[in-house]
């Protein structure tokens, strides 16, 4: 059961960072832009990573 709530964590992690990814993006096209829009997501505190600007 301990693995499956990892699991669970992981693929929800995962998905959190696929959406920052495409959502960054969609707003840029200059990948050094793309990096740094994902790392200053990725920077914040974790309750502030669901949402977006």
Known sequence: MLID???H???NTL???QSIVWQA???NSDP????E????R???PEGD?????
């Open 5 to 7: 709530e990892l699991n």
């Open 9 to 11: 964590r992981v693929k």
């Open 15 to 17: 998905a959190t960072v």
């Open 25 to 27: 993006s969609r707003a």
């Open 32 to 35: 050094r832009a793309i990096r």
């Open 37 to 40: 829009t994902v790392k200053s």
């Open 42 to 44: 990725l920077d914040r």
């Open 49 to 53: 990573l669901p949402f977006w600007p």
